[in-house]
């Protein structure tokens, strides 16, 4: 089970062409059968090597500019039901 999910993860960040957080388009994809690294146009990173779980070396900027979205449409819609 250990080297079909290792190669499972490196299949998955081979097949990503956007960034899973935001959507930008993958700009570079580099790695082997050991490890795998993909550079999204938002500036994330997501890496995974060895037998290690796929995670992120540079987070995407867009999950904060999403986050703040939110917050602001919070902050009108209570400003608006204060009126």
Known sequence: MNKR???VRID???????C????????VHSGDQASFTVLFQCG???DVR????ISYLTPC?????VAAAHLERQA????IAAN
């Not at 998955?12 to 956007?18: A, E, G, P």
């Not at 900027?61 to 500019?65: I, M, Y």
């Open 5 to 7: 999910l290792k190669a």
């Open 12 to 18: 998955t960040l081979r097949d990503q062409s956007n």
């Open 20 to 27: 899973p957080a935001c959507g930008a388009a993958a700009r």
């Open 44 to 46: 994330s990173v997501f």
């Open 50 to 53: 060895g037998g290690t779980p």
């Open 61 to 65: 900027p867009g999950s904060s500019a």
């Open 76 to 79: 009108e819609a209570k400003a």
